[in-house]
């Protein structure tokens, strides 16, 4: 690419999670910014188990992206790019023009986990987390399953709050929350759930997804492939993560690994395209995906667009590794940084208490609604 200005280049970002609004407030006011999202807010998805138990919580994991961003803010949903025309097209046919594109598109879960694309609006998603908060508090026998981080850290919220109900962690692996870390760290995470009574069950398959009550409050049996019955009136998903990547199968489906996620090169651009850059869930630049890897792929990313602006050089990505933090209520929780793990008085200072939401805030250029409970 020849050398240009950044200040005159068109950069247009694809999707405003984590990974987008990092990105974004690295470039704001440096060149043409586009941040395009089908929703109107910015879904802090890590105050979700939160949200959950606590009236008002859900006010703090809802951030007005127009009040991010003013008028560089698009609400849209991406239907495709075209990099020979360098267009972004939205599903209404309007297309935009880039002279670098950030794919930012993330994962969905299931709710809580994360909010389906679909809820556009901040009312429509409070009343998403009104109506869980009444049936958590309506039902006396909750089981999630999964236990992975945001298995334990809801059903830790769930029995924090709520101590008289039963609440069981089933999976099929054979401990709490994958990934490499350290046993001492899971050591810690089930001894705290074990004092808040959380019942963990391992090594054991739900075969009956399908006919368990995920969307009401209702007396169902929980069953696993090892001919375990669970008795549940209420079940929470937190398995089946899949990245928002199905868009790009026709310009890129020959750049996606067999998880439907981009491929990208070391400088986190798309294989084959210099002003195509793909960062987050969607990439597959890491091994364990997390929303703290996204400020270091946004900085790379911004740093190489500069780059490649004034043809120089551009920066290698390098993970951070072995570093999590779980939260088990409001006070409770365990952490790994390198080869260090840390309790419950480190990570509720460092995470539990808000759950980040308060940082997330201001990235975006706003302040944490106070105490609504
Ligand atoms: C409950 C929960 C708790 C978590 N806790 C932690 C934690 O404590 N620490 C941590 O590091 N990680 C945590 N994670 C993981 C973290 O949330 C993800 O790694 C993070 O969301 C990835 O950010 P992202 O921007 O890549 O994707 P996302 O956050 O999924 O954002 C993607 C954005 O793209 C938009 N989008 C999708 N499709 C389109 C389209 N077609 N057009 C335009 N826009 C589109 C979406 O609306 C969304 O805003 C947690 C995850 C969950 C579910």
Redesign the pocket.
Known sequence: MSPSKLSEMKVVI????????QVASQLNGKCHLTV????EY??H??G??RAAVEAGFEKKILIPLSKAWGDKFKQ????SIDPEKKVVILEDGEEISYDFVVI??????PF???ID?DVLTIAEAESHYKKLQEQINVASKITVVGAG??GV?TAAEIAEDFPSKKVTVVTNADNVVGGPFKDKMRASIKNKLADLGVVLIFNEKVTNLDELSTSSVGACTVKTDKGTEIEADFVIVSTGMHV?TE?FQEKFGDKMDERKNIKVNQFLQVEGHEDVFA????NNADSV??????EGQAQTVAKNIQALCGGKSLKPYKEVTDII?V?LGRNGGAMQLKFMTFGSFVTSRL?SRD??AGKQWSLLNQKLPANTK
């Open positions: 694809v999707g405003c999670g984590f990974a987008g609004a395009i999202d089908p929703r910015f879904h998805c890590i979700s188990p849209g949903k991406v239907r930012a598109t993330g994962s969905t879960s809580p986990g994360k694309l981080a945001v850290e928002n868009i960062i987050g869930d969607c995906k997390m929303a703290l890897k996204c933090a939260s995470k759950l980040f």
